[in-house]
Nanobody, 127 residues
């Protein structure tokens, strides 16, 4: 089992920044690719960003590319999502997910590829 706990959400004005953190415990963190997904009210969950077990490979949704940065610190068992230039449409519950790695390039962008999920943290962006 892997337990994931997100933090760092909150209310920010459009154009502002937030950094989300996801702390993992339970299994060897570096065995897992990590990702962030988000879900806004009335919408389906969508992929935001993923990072490989080593941190060497990252992938982003087109909607956040150039504004968001995913990173990880395997020594601290934590993955981060730095969000800059936030827009009202970025408002959602952000959840982190862990997927047992399928190799160096393993950075899936679909929910079913991930084995463990956190409870989520709310991000609200005011216009």
């Amino acid at each position: 089992q892997v337990q994931l706990v997100e933090s760092g959400g909150g209310l920010v004005q459009a154009g502002g920044s937030l950094r989300l953190s996801c702390a993992a415990s339970g299994r060897t963190f570096s065995n897992y690719a990590m990702a962030w997904f988000r879900q806004a009210p009335g919408k389906e969950r969508e992929f935001v960003a993923a990072i490989s077990w080593s941190g060497g490979i990252t992938r982003y949704a087109d909607s956040v590319k150039g504004r968001f940065t995913i990173s990880r610190n395997n020594a601290k068992n934590t993955v981060y999502l730095q969000m800059n230039s936030l827009k009202p449409e970025d408002a959602a519950v952000y959840s982190c997910a862990a997927g047992y790695t399928g190799g160096y390039y393993y950075t899936p962008q679909t929910g079913p590829d991930y084995d463990y999920w956190g409870q989520g943290t709310q991000v609200t962006v005011s216009s």
